[in-house]
């Protein structure tokens, strides 16, 4: 049986944050949405052909990434029971983190409009892998932190991923930026280009203005994929596998389908937990959607420069880890559900300050764009990390760590999956990216008068209750 709070074992456990939050940065937010739009774009369309049908570039990519949870959060609650009942929690982790890793470096290939299948199923498969291993690696935090140390053990992770995705995007964006310290990339390039003038870098290149969208972008996903495979062999060699020595027999799938039956059971009489799960679906699919189309909003709506949308996300990272580490106190002070309480209300504000057009209050778009960032970093950190400790707190005594947390996990998919859906349709409906965040704006608004029916979780509170 593995002793809760052996430190070695929580830093390979945080590292993972670290090697799975490149995704997160780079391909998320950061490098590929730009990215992708610059290379599919041509004579001002943003239209792309794809299957046989024809999308804006911007919310293909919204609705790539919905596809992807949504086959996450069909997969996920089986897989789950089926780890819990085998003890193979960290194989099933690996098997998603591998395929995560790969498919970030297979986007290495995408170059325009002629290779956009491997731009979209590669995307695709890289938030499969990221969204499928996130689940066996929440249902660590239990099994390796006691009750009260779940909270900072949970900021913990979510800083050192701000950390070292930040490291390594800044490292990219000095690629990006300065090619000729690394490679002639420049010079090859305009070779290419003049050799075979219809591919489709030359309408990207005019496209992306300051942002060079040619092979140092394309070499940043392969960077994400070795980072992320590299750095989390570490969590893999320290984190332990089969935590409870179960040894099972027979067929996996039947008796994990009956381990999920179990549970799902169990869910149905923990009032406070179903409240909880409930209240997280709404305001947490606000804030993915958001974190998923900040770069799309700052990019297509806004019209900032390239250079701005970069500052604004490190911005981003860097306040994050203090804001988890700022509602992890708020925590102690005030109990997890009322610290929730309050970074929710300050993403409404965030949110009503992003839909109203400034210009008519002759205030510059670009800096309250950018202090509104800052706010976002401060209250994303603090309700992602808050939200995973709080719903670990909440779980019963258990070994079925990983079928209980594929539970939260589908309201985190599900969540995500509608939001940018959403965002992505009434955006191509209406035209405008500022209706869309009204959309948002209400799913905080009910997230927050669910999460009031919610008793609230004192510091103290012992693991279990049914109140």
């Known amino acids: 049986m593995l002793i809760k709070g052996n430190k070695k074992i929580i830093n390979a456990w945080a590292m993972y944050d670290w090697a799975n939050s490149a995704y997160s940065l780079t391909i998320t937010s950061a490098v590929f949405p730009i990215y992708f739009t610059a290379v599919t774009t041509h004579n001002g369309s943003g239209d792309v052909q794809f299957l046989g049908h024809t999308f804006n570039a911007d919310s293909l990519q919204t609705y790539a990434i919905s596809i992807a949870f949504l086959v996450i959060a069909a997969l996920n609650p089986l897989l789950s029971s089926i780890a819990d009942y085998s003890g193979n929690k960290k194989k099933f982790m690996y098997f998603f983190s591998t395929l995560g890793a790969i498919s970030c470096a297979s986007l290495f290939f995408f170059r325009g409009t002629d290779t956009i299948v491997i731009g979209v199923m590669g995307s695709v498969f890289a938030a499969i892998g990221y969204a499928g291993s996130i689940v066996f690696y929440n249902a660590f935090l239990p099994e390796i932190a006691e009750p009260a140390d779940q909270d900072k053990v949970s900021a913990k992770g979510f800083a050192m991923g701000y950390i070292g995705s930040s490291l390594l995007l800044i490292f990219n964006l000095f690629m990006i930026q300065c090619p000729q310290f690394f490679f002639d990339v420049t010079g090859k390039m305009q070779e290419l280009i003049n050799a075979t003038p219809s591919l489709d870098h030359v309408a990207a290149l005019k496209a992306a203005k300051d942002f060079y969208s040619g092979p140092a972008s394309r070499i940043s996903f392969l960077t994400v994929g070795i980072w992320w495979f590299v750095f989390a062999q570490y969590t893999f060699n320290h984190l332990p596998n089969n935590v409870f020595n179960l040894k099972p027999a027979g067929r996996y799938i039947f008796h994990g389908y009956l381990e999920l039956k179990k549970v799902w059971n169990e869910l149905k009489h923990t009032s406070r937990l179903k409240r909880f799960l409930l209240s997280f679906f709404f305001y947490n699919m606000g804030a993915q959607t958001v974190m998923y189309v900040a770069t799309l909003f700052g ?146 608004l009910i997230g927050i008068v669910l999460l009031l029916r919610v008793d609230n979780l004192k510091p103290e509170a012992l693991k279990g209750e049914t109140s």
């Open 299 to 444: 990019n297509s709506e806004l019209k900032l420069k390239t250079s701005v949308l970069i500052a604004i996300i490190l911005i981003i990272q860097f306040v994050a880890i203090a804001g988890a580490y700022l509602f992890s106190s708020l925590s102690k002070r005030f109990g997890n559900i009322r610290a929730l309480g309050i970074s929710i209300f300050i993403w409404i504000l965030v949110a009503i300050g992003a839909y109203f057009d400034d210009k008519r209050f002759g205030v510059n778009e670009e800096h309250i764009f950018i202090a509104l960032a800052a706010i976002v970093g401060l209250v994303m950190g603090g309700i992602q990390s808050l939200s995973r400790s709080t719903y670990s707190k909440l779980l019963p005594e258990t070994i079925d760590h990983a079928s209980y947390f594929s539970f939260y996990d589908v309201c985190d998919k599900m969540g995500t999956v509608l939001g940018t859906f959403a965002f992505g349709f009434i955006n191509e409906e209406t035209g405008s990216m500022r209706n869309s965040i009204l959309v948002l704006a209400c799913f905080f």
